[in-house]
């Protein structure tokens, strides 16, 4: 028999019924969110603050019912770091005892792995920005939100959550414990907070802090949620000191985004340096 009558079986390749991004992104989820407590406990403070320090600050300062929605939307700027660091934190879990080391010799990008927790970041993320929005609703408090005012707050809260993740990643793959980690988290989730707004105008801070402020993506973000709910323009005029509220929303946006894709690529950066250390 000759060789060309020998026939070569020859296998094709399984279909493939999710990509590797998926795959990654729904490992990262069943371990960032194994039981219904994991989704609800990081609500908690920024519900607080939506339904029980809102009303009382309205009450104590003898501001208007404005100052609720106000508030309300501070929060979101509370809860959007808090997540994603706390997310960071389950990449130190699984670089030390769960399966980091193994994924790294798939074949795959391994920036992948970044993106694959950031969707899930993002879901989640989304979901308790969602319920925290839709509880201030049930409480009583108004939004005056068209539909592309929506698409503001959206967009705004969207591209702040992937650059704060990127953040929760960078850290995340430069400290080697827990412990340390836990301990820088307030100063990059939390102390931002103050200054940027959530509770007040940044015009009411000092001088000096007020134009640190200006410089702080949180500013922004929140300003163009506030923007985007409650059809408030001044927290844009006091970034930028224009009047015409669509440019300064613009500029807000693109800054926020420009600190999305800068940390997200920062991230990518360093996770693939310190996977092969």
Do not use: C
Request: glycine share 10%; hydrophobic share 55%.
């Amino acid at each position: 028999m000759s060789t060309a009558e020998i026939a070569i079986p020859t296998q094709r390749p399984a279909p493939v019924s999710v990509g590797p991004l998926a795959t990654l992104a729904r490992r990262r989820f069943q371990l960032t969110a194994r039981t219904p407590r994991e989704l609800v406990v990081p609500l908690l403070t920024p519900i607080m603050f939506a339904l029980v320090i809102a009303p009382a600050l309205k009450t104590a300062l003898h501001t208007g019912t404005a100052y609720e929605s106000y508030v309300a939307i501070g929060t979101v700027g509370l809860l959007i770091p808090l997540n994603t660091m706390f997310a960071g934190l389950g990449v130190i879990v699984d670089r030390v005892s769960g399966a980091q080391r193994e994924l790294l010799t798939a074949p795959i990008p391994r920036g992948l792995l970044v993106l694959g927790n950031l969707v899930v970041a993002l879901a989640i993320t989304a979901l308790q920005v969602g319920v925290l929005m839709a509880v201030a609703v049930a409480r009583g408090i108004h939004f005056h939100a068209s539909a592309g005012g929506i698409g503001w707050f959206v967009g705004a809260g969207l591209l702040f959550t992937v650059g704060m993740y990127g953040a929760a990643e960078i850290l995340a793959n430069r400290v080697p414990r827990q412990e340390e980690y836990i301990a820088r988290v307030p100063a990059i989730a939390i102390l931002p907070w103050f200054l940027a707004g959530a509770l007040f105008p940044i015009t009411a801070l000092p001088i000096f802090l007020h134009w640190f402020a200006k410089f702080l993506p949180l500013t922004h973000g929140l300003a163009l949620m506030r923007y985007g709910l409650r059809g408030d323009g001044s927290g844009l005029h006091a970034i930028w000191g224009m009047t015409n509220p669509t440019t300064m929303a613009a500029l807000s946006l693109a800054v926020v985004g420009g600190f999305a894709l800068l940390l997200t690529a920062a991230s990518i950066r360093v996770f693939s340096r310190s996977a092969v250390q």
